[in-house]
C-alpha cells in the first residue's frame, strides 16, 4: 500500500515543475521586490527552523559564490539577538509562516522578505515582499513543501546576486521533467538493496548546496522512519567523526557535481574497506561505487539539490516500512510548532502517550 508520505514524494517533480515555471516567467513582480531588497540590505540574514533552516543550507551558496555575505540563522537563537545594524534584512524562510519563532522575529525592525507556503500567514502579513510557492500541503512530513522553499529561495538568491543562468534553468526543467521515469529507478534499486537496516547507525555527508540534502535526509530519517542520524560536511567528518566507522555503519555520501569529487568517491572507497555500507547519491555515477548507487539525471551543478534530495525522500519512507512504523503519523510533533518548551502540550502527543502507558 502507498503511503501518503510516498504520495506527496510522487507528485514533487509536477509542482516543482510548475514553480519554477512561475517563478522564471513573467508577472514575477514578487521574486524581483524580494531580490532588490536583498541586494540593497546591509546585514543579510537566511533564517528558517526544522526542515526550513536545512532549506537555507542549499540558499547560501548563491550567495557565496557571488561574494555576498549572509548569515545562515537558527530562528529560535535568532530571535535573541538583541539589536540589528539598521538596513539588515531577513529572509525569512517557513512552509506555514505560523511557526512562533519566526512570528517573533517578523516583529522586529528588519527589512523582511518572506518564501512561505501560506500568504495569509503572520509572517507574509508583516513582509515587504512575500514570495508565494503556493504548492499543496504535505500530508504530515514536509516533502514537497521543503523542496519549494529551498528551489524559491535559491531563485530569490540568484536573482539578488545577478548570477541565475537561464541556460541551467531550462535544463533544470528539463531534469524534473525525467524525474518520474527516474524516481521508478530508484524505487526498484532501494526495494532491492540490502543497504538498509533496521537499526544501524546512520551519517549523512555533503558538499555546497547538497548539504542542503543531507540534513534534510536526517530529518527524514526521524521524523518519517523515526531513526537518529547525524549530518556533516563531507569534509568534517574526516576530522574526528571516522572514528566511529565501524561494521555496520550506514554512511550516505552526495557527490558535488562541480568540487572533490574524486576525493569523496575515494572516501567511500575507504569506508567499504572498513565495512560501513555506503549510499551514493549524483551524476554519473560508477555502480561499483557504493552499496547503493543512485545516479541523477542531467541537473546543472548549482540546482542539483533540487533533484538530489528525492532519492532520499525515497529512501526515508522505504526504511520506515523496514522498521515497522508508521511514517504518515507524528508520534510528538505537531504540524506546526506555535508554542514554546516541552513535547507533550499537544493533543496529539499527549494521546499517544497515553496510548504506550496502557
Known amino acids: 500500500m502507498e503511503t501518503k508520505y510516498l504520495l506527496d514524494i510522487l507528485r514533487q517533480p509536477a509542482e516543482l515543475g510548475s514553480l519554477l515555471k512561475r517563478m522564471v516567467g513573467p508577472g514575477c513582480d514578487g521574486v524581483d521586490r524580494a531580490a532588490s531588497i536583498l541586494r540593497e540590505s546591509r546585514d543579510l540574514y537566511v533564517v528558517g527552523i526544522g526542515a526550513s533552516w536545512n532549506a537555507g543550507l542549499a540558499i547560501l551558496p548563491f550567495f557565496s559564490k557571488a561574494g555576498r555575505p549572509a548569515f545562515l540563522a537558527d530562528a529560535s537563537e535568532l530571535m535573541h539577538q538583541t539589536s540589528f545594524r539598521p538596513g539588515s534584512a531577513l529572509l525569512a524562510l517557513s512552509r506555514s509562516g505560523r511557526s512562533v519563532e519566526m512570528v517573533r522575529l517578523a516583529e522586529r525592525d528588519l527589512n523582511l522578505v518572506a518564501v512561505t507556503n501560506a500568504p495569509d500567514s503572520p509572517l507574509a502579513a508583516r513582509a515587504e515582499a512575500t514570495v508565494r510557492t503556493d504548492v499543496a500541503f504535505d500530508h504530515g512530513v514536509s516533502v514537497v513543501a521543503y523542496s519549494a522553499i529551498a528551489l524559491a529561495g535559491a531563485l530569490v538568491?540568484?536573482?539578488?546576486?545577478?548570477?541565475?543562468?537561464?541556460?541551467?534553468?531550462?535544463?533544470?526543467?528539463?531534469?524534473?521533467?525525467?524525474?518520474?521515469?527516474?524516481?521508478?529507478?530508484?524505487?526498484?534499486?532501494?526495494?532491492?538493496?540490502?543497504?538498509?537496516?533496521?537499526?544501524?547507525?546512520?551519517?549523512?555527508l555533503g558538499r555546497g548546496a547538497s548539504l542542503a540534502s543531507a540534513h534534510e535526509t536526517m530529518l527524514l530519517w526521524e521524523e518519517a522512519a523515526k531513526a537518529p542520524a547525524s549530518a556533516l560536511t563531507t569534509g568534517g567528518f574526516r576530522h574526528g567523526p571516522q572514528e566511529a566507522v565501524a561494521p555496520g555503519l550506514r554512511v550516505g555520501i552526495w557527490i558535488d557535481g562541480e568540487r572533490r569529487r574524486k576525493e569523496d568517491l575515494k572516501l567511500a572507497h575507504d569506508l567499504r574497506r572498513l565495512g560501513a555500507k555506503v549510499l551514493l547519491v549524483g551524476r554519473d555515477l560508477p555502480e561499483g561505487a557504493g552499496d547503493l548507487v543512485l545516479n541523477l539525471p542531467d541537473v546543472p551543478g548549482p540546482w542539483q539539490f533540487v533533484v538530489d534530495v528525492i532519492p532520499a525522500q525515497l529512501a526515508a519512507e522505504h526504511l520506515s516500512r523496514v522498521r515497522g512504523v508508521d511514517c504518515d503519523t507524528f508520534r510528538l510533533c505537531s504540524y506546526v510548532v506555535e508554542s514554546e518548551g516541552g513535547l507533550l502540550d499537544s493533543g496529539q502527543a499527549v494521546h499517544s502517550v497515553k496510548e504506550e502507558k496502557a
Do not use: M
Open 157 to 204: 538568491a540568484a536573482s539578488a546576486t545577478g548570477t541565475l543562468d537561464t541556460r541551467e534553468i531550462e535544463r533544470l526543467a528539463e531534469a524534473l521533467r525525467e524525474l518520474p521515469e527516474t524516481i521508478l529507478t530508484w524505487r526498484e534499486q532501494i526495494r532491492a538493496s540490502a543497504w538498509f537496516e533496521a537499526d544501524a547507525p546512520t551519517y549523512f
